[in-house]
């Protein structure tokens, strides 16, 4: 009975401290987003000098994307800049550039994603009608037209997609510096050695979203976690896998980084490689949600939980992009520093690198 007595107001105390905790985030929470909506919201913020300081350089971009923001896949960073989709055109920003000055890009068709190609820029749909334009030239030429046609021949799965429209949905392109292409379905991974004209099926079991390449090695991120092909993509390893999806891949000074989803937890987590991907370590142990913001979650009490959403590398800093802001590492990874960012509300931002220059983009979904 005693045991009982005392069980009782200690998990009565433990609750209501859990409680008072969500309050007060979701007071913090409510206060950064009316402070948001008093101000402009920034679009995409640049820093040249490691994430010190921002410049909003969201001027010339159209209104609409400061409330729908901007499509995880409308978005992409190279040596030449900053080019993002929106409207009727695909925006681009000098990396070299001081001011917020854009030039625009009309794209004929609606393709919504954007994808760096060797030698211009691709845009796609889901449907995977693509477009191509290849730099100095001012038309956009339409791309593997028979991938359709050749998918389904060679993968006859039955899905949503399939049903509908007798084609396979498309979530990613990817042109290495060889010249092979990789288009990522819904259910596979399709190679073209030929620019196109034809199509093998070189990997089955779940959607690729991104995929990075690095002295021979291709990386990617899968459903079933981060996947490595070191034969140009013909064969693929599952090298990261903690029962989730991979969320991200990127190269970094003598390797690559990548974020997982851990399926227990359904938090995310950052390794490295320094082995061209052969060996991983994860890194960023701080960055993870704390044991009472898990909790919280589990018995409902909180929504989710602060994730990790992205890892880029800026000279010699890591820098992430958490759901609550950025955050930055200069012994890879081992410590991290939030970041000086206006306020967004409880968005978080994407991250693009062009050389030396950062790219922040507030997340507010796909």
């Given amino acids: ?43 995409v913020l640049r820093s040249a000098d490691g994430g010190q300081t921002w410049q909003d350089i969201s001027e010339g971009l159209p209104e609409n994307l400061r409330r ?6 409308g978005l992409f960073a190279n040596d030449h800049g900053l080019y993002l989709r929106a409207g009727n055109g695909v925006y681009h920003n000098e990396p070299n550039s001081t001011t917020s000055f854009w030039t625009k890009e009309v794209v004929p068709d609606g393709q919504r994603e954007i994808a760096p190609a060797r030698n211009g820029i691709f845009a796609y749909n889901f449907r995977g009608q693509f477009l191509q334009k290849i730099n100095g030239k001012s038309d956009w030429l339409p791309m593997y037209i028979n991938f359709q046609e050749q998918a389904v021949r060679i993968n006859k799965t039955v899905d949503w997609m399939y049903k509908n429209y007798k084609e396979k949905q498309v ?13 990522g379905s819904n259910n596979a991974l399709f190679k073209s050695t030929n620019s196109g004209k034809t199509w093998e099926y070189v990997h089955v079991s779940g959607w690729v979203m991104k995929m990075v390449e690095l002295n021979g090695v291709l990386l990617a991120a ?18 990261i896998s903690e029962g989730g999806a991979g969320i991200a891949v990127e190269r970094i000074d003598g390797g690559f980084a990548a974020i997982v989803n851990n399926a227990i937890t359904q938090t995310n987590s950052i390794h490295i490689s320094l082995d061209n991907g052969k060996t991983w370590n994860a890194i ?25 959403s992205s890892i880029k590398q800026v000279g010699k800093y890591l820098i992430c992009g ?13 410590t991290w520093e939030k970041l000086l960012l206006p306020a967004i509300g409880n968005y978080g931002f994407n991250l693009s690198v062009s050389g030396n220059v950062i790219y922040a983009i507030p997340n507010k979904g796909c």
Avoid: H, Y
């Fill in 1 to 43: 009975m005693k045991r009982l007595f005392v069980f009782v107001p200690t998990t009565l105390v433990v609750l209501f401290l859990l409680n008072s905790f969500v309050l007060k985030e979701k007071k913090a929470v409510k206060k950064a987003i009316e402070k948001t909506k008093s101000a402009p919201v920034a679009i």
């Fill in 68 to 73: 729908a923001g901007v499509w995880s896949q």
């Fill in 171 to 183: 979530c990613s392109v990817f042109e290495t510096t060889g010249g092979t292409v990789f288009i």
């Fill in 222 to 239: 899968s459903t079933q976690g981060i996947l490595r092909s070191t034969d140009d993509g013909e064969n693929w390893d599952c090298v």
């Fill in 284 to 308: 960023g142990e701080e960055l993870q949600p704390s044991w009472s913001s898990l909790l919280m979650k589990k018995i409902g009490l909180l929504q989710s939980p602060l994730n990790i």
């Fill in 322 to 334: 958490r759901s609550d802001g950025v955050f930055r590492s200069s012994d890879m990874g081992k």
